[in-house]
């Protein structure tokens, strides 16, 4: 049974940090590029940060470019997002999302989780 479980929301304050956790089962997770995605209201899902099979690093948006980490723990099943200097816009559900793809056109596995919500406010 596939599980993906996010962890580590909650209430920050602005200049603030937060480590999200996104613990993972069901699947051999070292085949798996694992992303995080946020989606406030109101908004669309857009994507933060991928970790890569290879450990290669790619984050989107340039607003938390410098200030958001994602790195993961094959041994622990485990993808982590830390967050830094925290912002009012980063408020949002993030969802952690693994990824098999096959090639080009032959179709891909996806796996999400629930996510956890991630509130920046004074």
């Known amino acids: 049974q596939v599980q993906i479980v996010e962890s580590g929301g909650g209430l920050v304050q602005p200049g603030g940090s937060l480590t999200l956790s996104c613990a993972v089962s069901?699947?051999?997770?070292?085949?798996?590029?694992m992303s995080w995605y946020r989606q406030a209201p109101g908004k669309e899902r857009e994507l933060v940060a991928t970790?890569?099979?290879?450990?290669?690093?790619?984050t989107y948006l340039d607003p938390v470019k410098g200030r958001f980490t994602i790195s993961r723990d094959n041994a622990k099943n485990t993808v982590y997002l830390q967050m830094n200097n925290l912002k009012p816009d980063a408020t949002a559900v993030y969802l952690c999302?693994?990824?098999?793809?096959?090639?080009?056109?032959?179709?891909?596995?996806?796996?999400w989780g629930q996510g956890t919500q991630v509130t920046v406010s004074s």
């Open positions: 999302r693994a990824r098999r793809s096959y090639g080009l056109g032959l179709g891909a596995d996806l796996y």
């Open positions: 069901g699947f051999t997770f070292s085949n798996y590029d």
């Open positions: 970790i890569t099979t290879g450990g290669t690093t790619l």
